[in-house]
């Protein structure tokens, strides 16, 4: 999950990790070798600023703008869905009525497995990092972020409930295949499925974020010595951050 990008010089070099947004055990399988790598850096990216992050409501970036979640449905087919989300996600979908079926999905994704740990990994290392001093930055700014997010296709998002109520059990062994891929440092297998689950999507959400992550990557890592975290599944692939890199100039390697 970690890997050295360099022009000329090995040892003048910049590293790159794969990182969950999880605070499962499977999802701190490889935070001891990060925390290395961070404290030999000078500049700590993460995939967003997360001081910027923290000082915006996410919810408000994802009301809808008419009407309420519960409207998309029928009566009797929506409070079918209020039991299953308390129930298998301990999620009250009447609080979040006025909410995008984007941000429920993303509750619901937050919900399905188990916390080993009190923050999910990204942010354990941005943490880590300011206790370090470190420069810190991200490579996708907060309003970038919410407009890709936002340019989800409303019917794909409400597909992504409908699907995620109608087979809990589902859901829950997709996403702990998810979480043993990443321990067992399985990048390839991560993305062929991250990709295969973004349908029409994976080029939104992934290939185009990857374009965009990458060149924001090149443009920090020539002020200093750097530390990148992003997503795991946007380094590997034809299109992902490491082939970019190399598209670059830059040679790449993996560090065990």
């Known amino acids: 999950?970690?890997?050295?990008?360099?022009k000329n010089d090995p040892d003048v070099c910049h590293y790159v990790f794969g990182t969950m947004h999880l605070a499962t055990?499977?999802?701190?399988?490889h935070v001891d070798i990060a925390k290395k790598y961070i404290q030999l850096s000078s500049i700590y990216a993460a995939e967003l600023d997360l001081n910027e992050q923290a000082k915006h409501n996410m919810e408000q970036y994802f009301l809808l703008e008419s009407g309420t979640f519960s409207d998309f449905f029928t009566f009797k087919r929506f409070q079918k869905y209020v039991k299953v989300a308390k129930k298998a996600f301990d999620i009250d979908l009447m609080q979040y009525n006025h909410c995008t079926p984007f941000f429920i999905n993303t509750l619901i994704a937050e919900k399905n497995l188990?916390?080993?740990?009190?923050?999910?990994?990204d942010h354990y290392l941005w943490n880590f990092a300011i206790a370090e001093g470190k420069d810190l930055r991200g490579v996708e700014s907060f309003d970038d972020q919410v407009r890709i997010l936002k340019s989800i296709p409303l019917d794909t998002q409400l597909k992504?409930?409908?699907?995620?109520?109608?087979?809990v059990a589902s859901l829950r062994k997709k996403l702990e295949n998810l979480n043993e891929m990443y321990k067992n440092?399985?990048?390839?297998?991560?993305?062929l499925s991250t990709k295969k689950s973004m349908g029409k999507l994976r080029k939104l959400m992934i290939y185009d974020r990857n374009m965009m992550m990458t060149n924001r990557m090149i443009v920090i890592g020539q002020e200093k010595p750097s530390f990148f975290a992003v997503g795991a599944a946007h380094l590997p692939g034809p299109k992902g951050i490491l082939t970019l890199l190399k598209k670059q100039g830059f040679k790449i390697a993996p560090v065990k």
């Open 1 to 6: 999950m970690l890997w050295k990008f360099y």
């Open 25 to 29: 055990e499977a999802a701190y399988a």
């Open 114 to 121: 188990e916390k080993t740990y009190a923050e999910a990994l």
């Open 160 to 167: 992504t409930f409908k699907d995620s109520m109608s087979n």
């Open 185 to 191: 440092g399985d990048m390839k297998q991560l993305y």
